[in-house]
């Protein structure tokens, strides 16, 4: 018997029925095979926001070489690596795979600069704020729609467990030992990133790859595009200490099988002590030679100039009932963002009472309609949201 598999994602647990619970029933196809996770999993998969990930930013914007990570490179690299510890374990693999595609969705144009960057407008104009494991909650809950079998235009109404899995998912933290959470809370209820352990074991080992994976590729791309210099790169290979094979696959395959080992249903998930110490040495090397570097601080720079420019272009037009009809006034002056938008805000304005998804903002609250701009270029890519900047500042 595998280690974990008396509290794996299956029938036999007793927070099964919660962890299946969506807020609508799904129409089952004649025939239809799949479980209620692979499902979730292809109606992600399916999701423009996931296409999107391919064209945003993971650590390093923009960058020449077509082999440096993108979002949905480190989202794939997540699911991998939680496929191989769940499997390993005795835990749902299926539950794993439809976390980990989908814990990123929430992302920004230009990674966790962005994210800063609308965080703070949406703390400025709403009072509210923005991180992109909650944007990740609201882009599956609310703002990717699917096509069903009457050809209407519907939310995606996921199971609880991938929900939970992606609001829980941050990684971003030190936490020693992950353990799920025994209560089946409000989603609603998070204030912030970190804030409770997710409800399912299967979610913990989401959490924990999403750590191991970006520790990985992000010391190739670092070196790949010379961020860091002979110099640094010594003294990595000495905090690593695994000699010249300094790869991705080498430091993962370490990480994987230490994290297989050492973790049991009674302890939780966790490292050996050795490999704790080492991931505090790479957060600490990172954090030094890495995030804080000269040229990630000029591209900041720059995100803060196109995203800030985005949102004063959209808000600005701001009038109550009459904001479309203000829009398209400016629709000849900024052709493609103004008709993209009003596509985009008509989905989901209280005031349109077409259609079957969720409706969100009203524009009689000048708030609501700060955070719709804010939602809308939450999910453009980072070409996009050049683009439309450029059309701005272009005559």
């Known amino acids: ?14 927070k099964w029925q919660k962890m299946i619970e969506r807020e609508n029933m799904l129409n089952k196809k004649s025939g239809d095979i799949r479980t209620e996770f692979e499902r979730d999993y292809t109606r992600i ?9 391919k064209h945003k930013t993971q650590v390093y914007f923009s960058p020449v070489s077509d082999h440096i990570c993108t979002r949905i490179e480190h989202v ?19 539950l794993t795979k439809a976390i980990s595609i989908a814990h990123d969705l929430g992302h920004s144009p230009f990674g966790h600069a962005g994210e800063k960057i609308l965080n703070n407008i949406m703390q400025k104009e709403v009072g509210e704020s923005f991180w ?14 699917l096509e069903n079998h009457m050809g209407e235009k519907v939310n995606l109404n996921l199971t609880y467990a991938v929900r939970d899995g992606i609001i829980s998912h941050c990684g971003e933290v030190n936490d ?13 209820m998070y204030t912030k990133p970190n804030e409770y352990m997710p409800y399912t074991w299967e979610g913990c080992v989401v959490k924990l790859s999403d750590r191991i994976a970006y ?20 003294e990595l290979k000495r905090v690593l200490n695994i000699g010249k094979n300094m790869n991705n696959s080498n430091i993962i395959g370490i990480l994987i099988n230490d994290v297989c080992e050492n973790s049991s249903i009674e302890e939780g998930l966790k490292f050996s002590y050795e490999k704790i110490k080492l991931l505090d040495k790479i957060n600490e090397f ?3 030679n890495v995030y804080n570097s000269e040229k990630l601080e000029s591209t900041n720079r720059y995100f803060k100039l196109v995203l800030e420019e985005l949102f004063l272009t959209l808000y600005k037009t701001y009038d109550k009932e009459r904001t479309i009809e203000k829009l398209k006034e400016k629709e000849n002056i900024y052709p493609k963002l103004i008709s993209s938008f009003i596509e985009w805000l008509k989905e989901y304005i209280k005031e349109n009472k077409e259609g079957k998804n969720r409706k969100l903002y009203s524009l009689k609250d000048k708030k609501d309609y700060a955070k719709a701009i804010i939602h809308y270029i939450s999910g453009m890519t980072d070409k996009y949201a050049i683009e439309m900047y450029n059309e701005i500042i272009s005559f």
């Open 1 to 14: 018997m595998k280690k974990f598999e008396s509290v794996a994602a299956n029938e036999k647990n007793p």
């Open 45 to 53: 998969l399916y999701s423009t926001a996931y296409r999107r990930l």
């Open 76 to 94: 794939n690299y997540v699911e991998s690596i939680s496929y191989t510890i769940a499997n390993n374990l005795g835990l749902n693999t299926e």
């Open 132 to 145: 992109h494991e909650k944007n990740g909650l609201n882009a599956v809950d609310n703002l990717n729609l």
């Open 176 to 188: 020693k030992i992950l353990k799920p959470r025994k209560e089946a809370i409000d989603l609603k």
């Open 215 to 234: 520790m990985g590729r992000d010391i190739e791309d670092s070196i790949s595009l010379k961020v860091l210099d002979k110099k640094q790169i010594e």
């Open 286 to 288: 990172y954090i030094k």
